[in-house]
């Protein structure tokens, strides 16, 4: 798992000459993106949105579109339509945004709920249908999508069809200080953007898409999944747990986080890392309980504290069960036919 560490890094310092001091939140981006899943980005206007999605989409080398969502915007607008050519008395396909590996849905609550599921399909199945007719989406597919949580005028709430399909969502928040004055200083004469260069073919990135897949999460990891999973449809709080595609997306991101640490296990401290950026949003609370101001991320927090590492438990201590993960890796190996590290 050497070449995704590398691989990631690499990326991740691109994508840091425009935005500073989130290192984090770029991490989480790569682990979408290795994961070939969509990311939600919820915050305040200005805080860096649309450039993360513009810096990955170049230090990638990957098309990219951006559709900026509004309440006449039409689901055609999004994936395309068939006009009829009167000099060959044909319909022909005109490609909506949508076609592009990377997209950027920009503001995408602003649109009405017919023109949000335009993207249901094409975000589950890579795949959009029109007119009776199926295409497919170039590989890689990323759908970057923003929203303001402050202003609500004019807006429409996504759907939780609509939010289970993102498999991360990530706030960027204001940058420090000294991050705030850095900015300021390399965009004096020009935008780091504008210089920004690729580092990582398409090829080489599907490669490493389909590398995540081989890392390897012990029984004891994918039982804890579950069981944190599981706490969020019955906590008295929570009035809709994450369904079982949040279990899903907790195990690929794992997967992706391990990968970019160099690792080729997952330990239970990955799943920790991602549970509130893979689980908060495909949380509905309670109404006696958001009026007590108790949030998605305040659940999470509490379930990461009370559900217990089984692994670590049994086997006498956190390192020990992470000992005794590793082993499992490496039997694995063997067992494939491959040289364990």
Known sequence: MTTIHETGEKVAANVERVI??????????????????????????????????????????????????TPDLLPSDVTGLSIYNQ????????????????????????ATPKTQSAL?????????????????????FLVIAT????????????????????????????????????????????????????????????????SVREIYVDPSVAEYIVRLVNATRTHPDVYLGASPRGSLALYRTGQALA??????????????????????????????????????RQVITELLNSVPVEAAAHGGGVRSGVSSIRAGAEAAKRAAGSPAR
């Not at 500073?20 to 860096?48: F, N, W």
């Not at 990530?170 to 210089?195: C, F, M, N, V, W």
């Open 20 to 69: 500073i001091g989130k290192s984090q939140e770029v991490r989480l981006t790569l682990v979408a993106l290795l994961c070939r899943g969509h990311l939600l980005i919820e915050d305040v206007p200005g805080t860096g949105k649309t450039m993360l999605a513009k810096a990955v989409a170049r230090s990638l080398g990957c098309s990219f579109r951006r559709i900026q969502f």
């Open 87 to 110: 000099k060959t008395q044909e319909f022909e396909f005109r490609p909506g945004p949508i076609m592009a590996q990377v997209v950027l849905a920009d503001e995408i609550n602003r």
């Open 120 to 140: 249901l399909e094409s975000m589950e199945e890579h795949q959009a249908t029109i007119d009776g007719t199926t295409y497919q989406m170039p590989e890689p």
């Open 147 to 210: 929203q303001n949580p402050i202003e609500y005028e004019g807006t429409f709430a996504l759907p939780e069809a609509q939010l289970d399909r993102f498999m991360l969502r990530i706030r960027l928040g204001y940058p420090s200080l000294a991050d705030e004055q850095t900015i300021l200083e390399e965009q004096k004469l020009s935008h780091p953007l504008e210089d920004l260069k690729e580092v990582l073919g398409v090829a080489e990135l599907l490669q490493l898409q389909a």
């Open 259 to 296: 990968a970019l640490a160099g690792r080729d296990y997952v330990i239970p401290d990955d799943i920790k890392a991602l549970a509130e950026a893979a689980l908060a949003h495909r949380l509905i609370i309670k109404t006696s309980s958001s009026m007590h101001d108790i949030d998605p």
